[in-house]
């Protein structure tokens, strides 16, 4: 069982940056590769970025590519997302997700544990 909290989400003018942190508890975190997704209100959740379960590799969203920076900190149990360039299209709940599976994944049904979400809202 895992759980995770995120934190680190709030009002930012476009341009600005935001990092998102997410804890998960457990001492099991390095045998889960992670996720992060987002949803707006009306829309699907969609992907974002993802990264392995030692952080060697990393995948993101073409939306968010050379903007969004995914890493983890297995040590402290917490993997983050790093959000530069921010655009008002960004707006929306972001959510920390872990999976079991050995690769990347970037499809939401296939993560087991998610968090509660934060808000990410970028003002134009």
């Known amino acids: 069982q895992v759980q995770l909290v995120e934190s680190g989400g709030g009002l930012v003018q476009a341009g600005g940056s935001l990092r998102l942190s997410c804890a998960a508890s457990g001492r099991t975190f390095s045998s889960y590769s992670m996720g992060w997704f987002r949803q707006a209100p009306g829309n699907e959740r969609e992907f974002v970025a993802a990264i392995s379960r030692k952080g060697e590799y990393t995948y993101y969203a073409d939306s968010v590519k050379g903007r969004f920076t995914i890493s983890r900190d297995n040590a402290k149990n917490t993997v983050y997302l790093q959000m530069n360039s921010l655009k008002p299209e960004d707006t929306a709940v972001y959510y920390c997700?872990?999976?079991?599976?050995?690769?990347?994944?970037?499809?939401?049904?296939?993560?087991?544990?998610w968090g509660q979400g934060t808000q990410v809202t970028v003002s134009s």
């Open positions: 997700a872990a999976n079991g599976l050995p690769s990347i994944v970037v499809l939401a049904s296939l993560y087991t544990y």
